[in-house]
């Protein structure tokens, strides 16, 4: 599987857009990218995740170089409940067909006032 | 999405003994997978529970210590056995479902936070 490679803790005031970024230069052509957070003492929630085209949902947005080897999770008005450790996952194929996700260390994000 | 439910939330436990977490989906899923997290670390997969055979586990995981059963497509057991101090941490119990053509998310449960003193 490849491996991933964030900063491990940012900060962002709150209002403002947070970038989040990940290398993935390893990644091969059926890996999927993954976006989780993890906010204290709760489960992972999943973001997004995209193959190769920038995704956008309610959430967040993917941005995917065209290389695939980095991506950049954008929340575009963080809150302080955006703090979090943000984890990104590169996965062979989607899970259920063959993928799992196996996380690294992430980042803390920390969304101040 | 699916609503994901762990039982029991939280335990301390004597070493030596063993402890079983249930997980319980409010919807038929592909696939279940359990997680352990250790105080301050990230998520390391322990399993897939597979429906009606024996759990794969991944590089330093053994059945003997975390069996696994998964009867049916929305409820799965993790036991602890035989605990000692170090296996404290959060188990959390993972499902993916599909979320439409060629589209797959993964879902985790509460946690089950475990302290074996």
């Known amino acids: 599987d490849a491996k991933t490679t964030q900063p491990p803790s940012m900060d962002c005031a709150e209002g403002r857009a947070a970038n989040l970024p990940c290398n993935h230069s390893?990644?091969?052509?059926?890996?999927?990218v993954y976006w989780y957070r993890q906010i204290h003492s709760q489960g992972p929630q999943y973001i997004i995740h995209g193959l190769k085209n920038n995704e956008t949902n309610e959430m967040a947005s993917l941005i995917i170089t065209e290389d695939r080897k980095s991506s950049t999770l954008i929340l575009p008005h963080a809150t302080l409940r955006d703090t979090a450790v943000y984890y990104c996952?590169?996965?062979?194929?989607?899970?259920?067909?063959?993928?799992?996700?196996?996380f690294g260390q992430g980042t803390e994000l920390s969304v101040k006032p | 999405s699916a609503v994901i439910s762990q039982k029991p939330s939280r335990d301390i436990c004597q070493r030596g003994t063993s402890l079983t977490i249930q997980c319980q989906v409010d919807s038929q899923v592909t696939m279940m997978f359990w997680y352990r997290q250790q105080p301050g670390q990230s998520l390391t997969l322990i399993a897939t529970a597979n429906q009606g055979s024996e759990a794969t586990y991944e590089s330093g995981f053994v059945i003997d210590k975390f069996p696994i059963s998964r009867p049916n497509l929305t409820f799965s057991t993790l036991t602890v056995s035989n605990m000692s101090p170090e296996d404290s941490s959060i188990y959390l119990c993972s499902v993916v479902l599909r979320g439409g053509l060629q589209s797959y998310e993964q879902y985790f449960g509460p946690g089950t936070r475990l302290t074996v003193t």
């Open positions: 996952i590169v996965s062979p194929g989607a899970p259920g067909q063959g993928g799992k996700l196996i």
């Open positions: 390893t990644i091969s052509g059926n890996e999927y």
